[in-house]
């Protein structure tokens, strides 16, 4: 079992910008894909980002790509959301997700990652 924490919501007015940061523990915490996953009220949980260990390849949903970006420091077990542009529809609260086994390169469904952050929220007023 990964645990996850996150830490960087808060407020930001529309065109702003906000760092998330996960943290991972465990004896699998280095393995497989990190992500993040977010959902807004009344909507699904939707997949935003998701990074490899392995190769470092990303993956982005289509409605974040050219404005969020994914990056790992491995050494600190940390992975990075920079989200610029930020628009009111990104309102929502986001999870950091992990699975040792797995390996993103497209959409993946929440049931496909096995440990879930605790979620921060993020808040993007007009």
């Known amino acids: 079992q990964v645990q996850l924490v996150e830490s960087g919501g808060g407020l930001v007015q529309s065109g702003g910008s906000l760092r998330l940061s996960c943290v991972a523990s465990g004896p699998t915490a280095g393995y497989g894909a990190i992500g993040w996953f977010r959902q807004a009220p009344g909507k699904e949980r939707e997949e935003v980002s998701c990074?490899?260990?392995?190769?470092?390849?990303?993956f982005y949903a289509d409605s974040v790509k050219g404005r969020f970006t994914i990056y790992s420091d491995n050494a600190k077990k940390t992975v990075y959301l920079q989200m610029n542009s930020l628009k009111p529809d990104d309102t929502a609260v986001y999870y950091c997700v992990q699975d040792p086994d797995l390996y993103c390169e497209g959409y993946s469904a929440s049931g496909d990652f096995h440990s879930w952050g605790q979620g921060t929220q993020v808040i993007v007023s007009s």
């Open positions: 990074i490899n260990s392995s190769d470092g390849s990303t």
